[in-house]
């Protein structure tokens, strides 16, 4: 994603040295401008957490809750988020905008152990809480390096916007929907619109010795109405490619992760 943005004709990069002039040291500088500058957006990959190591220290903690088992594994996504949140806030000040929208896009780039699940999650517990997150409209959560199973076997990489129920959250989603598209577009990916996603379950396991074993995740999605006029034609359009990305405009709060 961070590619595509960066020669996206509807982004301006803030990274350019063309900017340095309006960030002095010591205040935060977001990724991108987008859309005419409608948007501020901050670009956060998460690839560093060392999750073998956390599941077995937590491994050996007793009586370990959910909540402080979600705390110590998403402290790293959750410090991220809090610093792009930052970085969107002086983005605004340093440039005079300070009624754009603020976008934080969180891709996943650990194989096997963590996946958009763990994202969605994580942006939950931190954007519902009062003082969370208060400069970002919305969070979109990436992952393009682990995919799921399909209903029909094909694989599925999940996008999932989330948001609290604003109308800017609702304006921002109508631009991630284009957004989506272009890069779908782009990436030559083929996409479906308006999946919803029902629940959402990971586990990540050891053996008795707490030595950590692996993760496993698993989506329950549903797919929208379609009309029966056009499901042979849609079925067609999607017929013999092997994968496809669900971006989900608005939050669903309903899902639970185990």
């Given at each position: ?152 076997s094909k694989s599925v990489r999940p996008a999932q ?18 957004l989506m598209k272009e890069f779908c577009e782009y ?72």
């Open positions: 994603m961070r590619e595509f943005l960066e020669t996206y004709n509807q982004a301006i990069n803030l990274d350019d040295e063309s900017h340095n002039k309006y960030f002095p040291q010591g205040r935060g500088r977001s990724d991108f401008l987008l859309f005419d500058s409608q948007v501020v957006c901050e670009f956060k990959e998460i690839q560093n957490i060392q999750i073998p190591n956390k599941v077995e220290k937590l491994s050996k903690k007793e009586n370990i809750s959910e909540q402080n088992l979600k705390r110590d594994l998403y402290n790293s996504i959750e410090n991220a988020l809090s610093k792009a949140n930052k970085q969107i806030q002086d983005t605004k000040i340093a440039l005079n905008l300070p009624d754009a929208l603020g976008l934080i896009i969180l891709e996943n780039q650990i194989v096997n152990d963590l996946s958009v699940l763990s994202l969605i999650d994580a942006v939950n517990r931190k954007i519902m809480v009062p003082e969370g997150l208060i400069y970002t409209d919305c969070v979109l959560c990436l992952d393009f390096v682990n995919t799921f199973s399909g209903a029909d916007t989330v948001s609290r129920d604003t109308v800017s959250a609702a304006k921002l989603s109508n631009f991630l929907s284009q990436s030559e990916t083929p996409l479906l619109e308006d999946w919803v996603i029902e629940k959402g379950d990971q586990d990540w396991f050891t053996d008795v010795s707490g030595k950590y074993r692996s993760y496993a995740a698993k989506v329950d999605y549903k797919s929208p109405d379609v009309k029966e006029d056009n499901w042979i034609q849609r079925l067609t359009q999607f017929l013999n490619r092997w994968w496809w990305v669900i971006p989900l405009p608005f939050i669903c709060y309903d899902w639970f992760i185990r």
